[in-house]
């Protein structure tokens, strides 16, 4: 009797590939954390933290492969270094050559006290990440992260080491390179931002720098002509009109629209009980014309809390010719904290999602452009940055 045919085994499904979702990427003076959302930032679950103790000073994922992440740390006993993933956050390894200044012939010279800002290159150059120092300094990895090396001269140029003051300038945590941002249509046009030291622009690839200081402030007493006393806090593109920047800076809140190389000092729309100093600064991501920032304390001794204890953002919704305050769900009163320059971003998804990270440790968010804020997690150590995500 001829036996019965075994029925073929049905092949084994593949795995189900996870749906994207968006990821809130926070940096703190502790360690970092990865928030994951519901797929509809309703809800967020924590992942971390990553490097407990240590400082986390950016943390920035390459939205060019969705996976791969950077952080620029400072490790106590083995110093500042950045760490590199590639499994969102499971494992990470250290750069085998982080970003160092170059040694004098004598064997002295400036020493990296920090990493402070991260930037993926253009989308041309896979695997090309810009990164600023303090003291300030800038430097190019070609290789994800793994490795380091000065860019241009700007590092080591006589006028520029003068431009950048001294190794402490008096701010806290000490002078910083800021703000490298990369022209989406050109990757050799790049600007950065120096605390101090100023703006400053290139459109051949680092080779000649340009600083861009017109029309900005400075301190009352001060001289506007030498570039020592610029300082902007943080500088911004527009995703949707890369000719248009705009500044929020020690003196005020300012826009640039190229060609032209004047700022306009859009800050002086705010009201007057609230001032326009502050260091975060959002810019939407399909509408030039609208921005958010963060204002705090401006007095002669700057307190860097919240205006009168009550946070709040602003937003303009026509270049800086007036703003609205919007503070729905914020506390009222003797909320004494504020919110540094990397700390506060937005999503690109169609009803912009708004969040920032607090002196105090909370992290706020909101799902529609700033109208509602909800705290989405306290208790966490100073937040130094704050950036969006979402997963490939």
Request: hydrophobic share 35%; net charge positive.
């Amino acid at each position: 009797m001829a036996s019965r045919p075994k029925t073929p085994k049905k092949p084994a499904k593949s795995a189900r590939k996870k749906a994207p979702h968006n990821l809130l990427l926070v940096a703190t003076r502790k360690g970092a954390w990865i928030y994951h959302d519901d797929g509809a930032r309703r809800a967020w679950r924590a992942d971390g933290p990553h490097f407990l103790g240590h400082i986390i000073h950016h943390l920035v994922m390459d939205p060019r492969d969705g996976r791969t992440l950077l952080a620029a740390a400072s490790t106590g006993h083995l110093g500042p270094t950045i760490f590199r993933s590639t499994d969102l956050g499971r494992s990470w390894t250290e750069a085998t050559r982080p970003p160092a200044f170059t040694k004098t012939a004598d064997g002295k010279g400036r020493s990296v006290n920090h990493t402070f800002w991260l930037t993926p290159a253009h989308a041309n150059e896979p695997d090309v990440w810009y990164a600023g120092t303090s003291p300030q300094g800038l430097f190019r990895s070609e290789d994800g992260g793994v490795t380091w090396e000065p860019f241009s001269g700007v590092n080591d140029d006589p006028q520029y080491r003068a431009w950048m003051g001294g190794e402490q300038d008096g701010s806290p945590d000490g002078p910083r390179m800021h703000s490298i941002i990369v022209d989406p249509r050109d990757p050799a046009h790049l600007y950065f931002g120096m605390s101090s030291g100023g703006v400053h622009e290139t459109r051949d690839g680092g080779r000649h720098w340009t600083p861009l200081v017109e029309g900005l402030e400075v301190v009352e007493g001060l001289d506007v002509g030498n570039l020592t006393f610029h300082d902007p806090h943080c500088v911004r593109m527009c995703p949707s009109n890369p000719d248009r920047l705009y500044q929020q800076n020690h003196c005020g809140i300012y826009r640039l629209d190229r060609p032209s190389t004047a700022w306009q000092r859009i800050g002086k729309a705010m009201p007057r009980s609230v001032g326009d100093v502050g260091f975060p600064m959002v810019v939407h991501p399909a509408d030039d014309k609208t921005v958010w920032v963060f204002p705090m304390d401006g007095q002669t001794v700057w307190p860097r809390t919240s205006v009168g204890g009550k946070p709040c953002v602003y937003r303009t919704r026509n270049g800086g010719k007036s703003w609205q305050r919007m503070d729905a769900g914020m506390p009222k009163a003797e909320a004494w904290w504020t919110v540094k320059r990397q700390a506060m971003t937005a999503d690109a998804q169609k009803k912009i999602g708004l969040y920032f990270g607090t002196t105090s440790g909370e992290l706020w968010g909101s799902r529609d452009a700033g109208g509602n804020w909800r705290c989405l997690a306290r208790h966490l150590p100073e937040i130094y940055a704050v950036e969006t995500a979402r997963t490939a």
